[in-house]
C-alpha cells in the first residue's frame, strides 16, 4: 500500500489547511487511517483517526481545531487544519493499517500503523 499526502505548505497565524492522503489501490483491505506529525528530533505524535467502523477520535490538544474525514473503503483521508499555531509546524504524514480490532480503533500509537507516506510539511509564521 502506498500513500500519498497533498496540501501542505506555508500558512500565517490563524490560517486553515486541508490535508489530503490517497491510498494506493491494493489486495490489502484498510480499516484504519490516522494523522500524525513530527518535528526535527521529537517523536512523531498522532492527531486524529478514522475507523472503517465510522469511529474518530483525535488528539487532545487539536480536538476542536483539527477535523478528519474520509472514506476508508475508498482509501482517501482527509485533515482540515483551522486556526493554525507557530506549534502545528511540522511534517505532517499519513498512515494506514488493516488490522480491525476494537481496541485500536482510537489509538493514535505510530506503532498501531503499518503503512505511511511520505509527509508534506506544513509551516506556520
Known amino acids: 500500500v502506498q500513500l500519498v499526502e497533498s496540501g501542505g505548505g506555508s500558512v500565517q497565524v490563524g490560517g486553515t489547511l486541508r490535508l489530503s492522503c490517497l491510498a494506493s489501490?491494493?489486495?490489502?483491505?484498510?480499516?484504519?487511517m490516522a494523522w500524525f506529525r513530527q518535528v526535527e528530533g521529537k517523536e512523531r505524535e498522532g492527531l486524529a483517526v478514522?475507523?472503517?467502523?465510522?469511529?474518530?477520535a483525535y488528539k487532545e490538544s487539536v480536538r476542536g481545531r483539527f477535523t478528519i474525514s474520509g472514506d476508508i473503503a475508498k482509501n482517501t483521508m482527509y485533515l482540515e487544519m483551522t486556526n493554525l499555531e507557530p506549534e502545528d509546524t511540522a511534517m505532517y504524514y499519513c498512515a494506514a493499517d488493516p488490522q480491525w480490532a476494537a481496541s485500536l480503533s482510537r489509538s493514535l500509537s505510530p506503532r498501531d500503523f503499518t503503512y505511511w507516506g511520505q509527509g508534506t510539511q506544513v509551516t506556520v509564521s
Open positions: 478514522i475507523h472503517s467502523d465510522g469511529i474518530l
Open positions: 489501490r491494493s489486495t490489502v483491505s484498510i480499516s484504519r
